[in-house]
């Protein structure tokens, strides 16, 4: 049986998660939309307010309560305001039936009691791949499935590579990629962007680094960490990366990247459909590891969850709905209304590349990507991160060095998560 809720963790857990609303596929903000109700009506809340009752999402969500024989009654929120309503329902004790959850929300969700583990909800997780149902994994359960994952790489324009004489395929490690970016520096072009803000954002575009490098979040002040850091401080200051990186969201420094000034630029699956359409050639590379090989980068993306229902006998009907969003073709269906999340399974990639077989790199980058919450961090992550972008943002602005940055932040982590 699911844990009993800890109600006096919710409060903790609503101002934790208020941090934690960076990476997901929906844009933030926007009004809850519904599609039509009816007595007895299975309830459904996700983070995707800009996909209304008509949209293809809302009529994905609402095929699979028919072939369930239910009429699903679905609520959109931005994705802070979901997690918030979702903690307080379940303290309530009137939680929907299903709820997707930005992957790092799911593991603080299961620890205050709320949702039914996957085995005891009776839904086989082996076929989905180990890494990317991590993130919904604690103390040794699962407590929800990846709809799909995103994830980042970095995206170049051919145009300026090209001038620069830099062939994209010769990036391997972290001294290759130096070397473009002096080549583009010297061609009189600005080499890289990436988003360094004070937000989780920052902590998501620096996770691909500091994990490339060989550091671990439970010590965030090893040689590794200040390796990763000592990086991206070293390009600041060069004016191989603008200070502006500094304030840049991630949409920000997509902005920066679409003015066709810059080479390279570290962002997300979500922005396919965008680069197809800036006004110069694009392609992508893997964020290498410092000694070579990929980075691992950090999965973004939603699980589908089942919080924990007085009545059981709801279960059975629930867990068809599920199993029906998590068909191969179902998780194709998902990955191409969001243009693009990957599929979360073997089969599922298999069959999205068949129909889009440019999608080949992300494929690759999701297959090595990590959840932030892994490691059996949970609840302890939200507070690591913190500490970690407070670290780069000290250093990036110069008000300490990355080594005492993140020897203050391993400090801060230690006495936030009581280690």
């Not at 009506?41 to 024989?69: E, L």
């Not at 004790?93 to 992957?103: R, S």
């Not at 200040?226 to 200070?243: F, M």
Request: with cysteine.
């Amino acid at each position: 049986m699911p844990r009993p809720s800890k109600s006096a963790q919710v409060g903790a857990a609503v101002l934790a998660l208020s941090a934690l609303a960076a990476c997901s596929s929906a844009p933030q903000g926007g009004a809850a939309t519904t599609s039509a109700s009816a007595a007895g009506a299975y309830t459904w809340w996700d983070p995707y307010p800009q996909h209304d009752p008509s949209s293809a999402w809302a009529k994905r969500v609402n095929t699979c309560g028919q072939q369930a024989g239910v009429t699903i009654e679905r609520t959109a929120y931005d994705t802070t305001a979901l997690t918030n309503q979702a903690l307080l329902a379940g303290q309530e004790g009137n939680a929907p039936d299903v709820i997707l959850l930005d992957n790092p929300a799911v593991s603080t969700l299961a620890d205050a009691g709320m949702l039914s583990s996957m085995d005891e909800f009776g839904l086989d997780t082996t076929r989905f791949d180990k890494n990317l149902i991590a993130a919904g994994e604690l103390d040794g359960k699962t407590y929800g499935i990846p709809i799909g994952a995103n994830t980042l790489a970095l995206y170049y324009n051919k145009k300026i590579l090209d001038a620069a004489g830099v062939d994209p395929d010769s990036i391997k490690d972290w001294a290759s990629l130096n070397a473009a970016l002096k080549k583009v520096k010297a061609a009189g072009k600005k080499p890289i962007t990436f988003s360094a803000i004070g937000t989780e954002e920052g902590s998501f575009q620096f996770l691909p680094w500091f994990w490339g490098a060989g550091a671990q979040l439970t010590q965030l002040d090893s040689p590794q960490a200040v390796e990763a850091l000592d990086l991206w401080n070293t390009w600041v200051k060069d004016g191989t990366a603008p200070n502006s990186v500094i304030s840049n969201s991630q949409n920000t420094t997509w902005e920066e990247f679409l003015t066709g000034e810059f080479a390279f630029a570290e962002n997300g699956t979500w922005q396919i459909n965008s680069a197809a359409k800036a006004g110069f050639p694009t392609g992508i590379v893997q964020i290498p590891g410092k000694d070579g090989g990929v980075a691992p980068t950090p999965t973004g993306g939603e699980f589908i969850t089942v919080p924990v229902q007085k009545d059981t006998q709801r279960y059975n009907t629930t867990k068809k709905i599920l199993e029906c969003m998590t068909t191969p073709e179902g998780l194709v269906e998902t990955g191409t209304t969001f243009a693009y999340y990957i599929p979360s399974t073997a089969d599922g990639q298999k069959a999205i590349l068949a129909k889009e077989p440019s999608l080949q790199p992300w494929v690759e980058a999701v297959k090595s990507a990590k959840g932030r919450t892994s490691d059996n961090l949970g609840t302890k992550y939200p507070k690591i991160s913190e500490a970690l972008w407070t670290a780069v943002q000290k250093a990036l602005s110069g008000a300490a060095s990355p080594a005492d940055a993140l020897k203050e932040a391993q400090a801060q982590a230690k006495q936030a998560i009581g280690d």
